[in-house]
């Protein structure tokens, strides 16, 4: 499970630090990392789908979004005993504290 969460958080890192980094155009002296070479990878991507460029960054950011879900949703199925225990315990302690508050004077 941990190589799992490795390899979906990793690209989605790398391509969330490259998006922000190229699109503010902090560059460090890399080439890849200039605002030049963000529009010029939209645009060649837009092309390729016959999209415009501009709207390709919503679309990644929804496919990563519902990517995320599934990904969590793997996770919480794979320890829903652990979550259920946690569940209960929280609703245990919350009945017993709204009781000891119904029987103050």
């Known amino acids: 499970m941990k190589w799992f969460l490795i390899l979906w958080a990793g690209p989605v890192a790398l391509l969330g630090s490259w998006y922000w980094l ?3 155009d902090m560059s460090f002296g890399f080439y890849m ?3 030049e070479t963000h529009d010029l990878v939209f645009q060649v991507y837009g092309n390729i789908l016959g999209l415009p460029p501009e709207s390709l960054p919503p679309l990644v950011a ?5 990517d995320s879900l599934i990904v ?3 996770l919480a199925f794979r320890r829903r ?3 259920a225990a ?3 315990d ?3 302690v919350a009945r017993a504290s709204a009781e000891s508050l119904s029987s103050a004077p």
């Open 81 to 83: 005993k652990r979550i």
């Open 22 to 24: 190229s699109y503010y």
């Open 90 to 92: 929280r609703q245990s």
């Open 72 to 74: 969590f949703a793997i």
């Open 62 to 66: 929804r496919a990563i979004a519902v």
């Open 86 to 88: 946690w569940w209960r």
């Open 33 to 35: 990392l200039t605002r």
